[in-house]
């Protein structure tokens, strides 16, 4: 089992920055592909990146070139640092992950994901 946590969230103006963090504890290792995704209300929950158990990280168009994803292995922990923030930005942020197991699954689905944390919410004032 892994359990994840998410911390960082917060209220923050348009233009202003937010460093979310998602600390795995648990079975975890270095294999394991670690997804970011947000929830706005009353819309899908949408994947917004991943830092894939090889190290290469992937970002959607939406938040390319204000995002960024990075992990630290010694502290099993990843973390989405959010920049120029947009109130459309605004929705609960989930980091989700999976072990290295094999799956035909994109790591854009949701249903790639064995593990999920509680989420943290975000709120962008404009």
């Known amino acids: 089992q892994v359990q994840l946590v998410e911390s960082g969230g917060g209220l923050v103006q348009a233009g202003g920055s937010l460093r979310l963090s998602c600390a795995a504890s648990?079975?975890?290792?270095?294999?394991?592909?670690m997804g970011w995704f947000r929830q706005a209300p009353g819309k899908e929950r949408e994947f917004v990146g991943v830092s894939r158990n090889g190290g290469s990280t992937y970002l959607v168009d939406s938040v390319k070139g204000r995002f960024t994803i990075s992990r630290d292995n010694a502290k099993n922990t990843v973390y989405l640092q959010m920049n120029s923030l947009k109130p459309e930005d605004t929705a609960v942020y989930y980091c989700?992950?999976?072990?290295?197991?094999?799956?035909?699954?994109?790591?854009?689905?949701?249903?790639?994901?064995?593990?999920w944390g509680q989420g943290t919410q975000v709120a962008v004032s404009s």
């Open positions: 989700a992950a999976r072990g290295g197991s094999f799956t035909t699954l994109p790591v854009t689905d949701r249903r790639f994901y064995e593990y």
């Open positions: 648990g079975r975890t290792s270095t294999s394991y592909s």
